[in-house]
């Protein structure tokens, strides 16, 4: 355990350590804005490869996550797009459906 300020072993470690002693010095690390831009820049920073399936899933994971802190138009407009996306997919699906059954049972 780290030592804290006043001297005591606890969970808090001695001053701000990770992005806000490098990046954000002088912002506090318990205000949610603080946190919530810490993470943007963690989401900015991030270098990795979109060609892997890793790297698809993670562009996934940061729109549901972004949708999900949408609200009013900006929700709706999220919601179109997946249905849009799914409507998509079903057309797509439905059109190699027919086309497997087309070859083999004919």
Excluded at 12 to 32: K, S
Aim: proline letters at 4%.
């Amino acid at each position: 355990m780290a030592m804290t300020r006043s001297g005591r072993q606890g969970d808090e470690p001695d001053g701000p350590t990770g992005r806000f002693a490098d990046d954000l010095i002088g912002l506090d690390p318990h205000d949610p804005e603080a946190q919530a831009f810490a993470e943007h820049l963690d989401r900015v920073e991030r270098s990795q490869s979109r060609a892997t399936v890793e790297g698809m899933l993670q562009g996934v994971e940061d729109f549901a996550q972004s949708a999900n802190r949408a609200g009013g138009r900006r929700r709706l407009a999220v919601a179109v797009v997946v249905l849009l996306m799914l409507v998509g997919v079903g057309i797509a699906l439905w059109d190699a459906v027919v086309f497997v059954s087309g070859v083999f049972f004919e």
